[in-house]
């Protein structure tokens, strides 16, 4: 696991970008915290790092969105599902040709690919975020190592 401190909004926002413009097809992100802990700000920033040009706003009532950039986003906020997520298809899209990222996981953990990378954020201040970096599978521990440099 590797923890990163973002003392700012810009200091988030440039981990995301980087995160985005490094992500590869078939990828998954998931992103946990408490409400207003900045999920569906980091995904944003994120989109923009994958090309993605029109707003990302959050999925909550909608459960997903698919955006268009160098590959596909598939942005999940499974906080109001019921049951798991193969119930309404979302393991088409943990398993597609973009990449997932998943608001909430926890909640559909068995549903999710045993790969990805694991992001918990926690708020420590206005502004400031712990970012919780857990690794799971090759792809995704070379992609958190090459943030380190």
Partial sequence: MIELEMNSLEETTALALELGRRAEAGMVITLDGDLGAGKTTFTQSFAKGLGVTRHVNSPTFTIMKVYTG?????????????????????EEYLNGEGVAVVEWSEL???????????????RTGDDSRRFELT???????????????
């Fill in 108 to 122: 559909i953990a068995e549903s999710l690919p045993p790969e990805r990378l694991a992001i918990t954020i926690t």
């Fill in 135 to 149: 690794p799971i599978g090759e792809r995704y521990i070379t992609l958190c190592e090459g943030l380190k440099s």
């Fill in 70 to 90: 160098r590959l596909p986003l598939y942005h999940m906020d499974v906080y109001r599902l019921e049951g798991s997520g193969d119930d309404i298809g979302l």
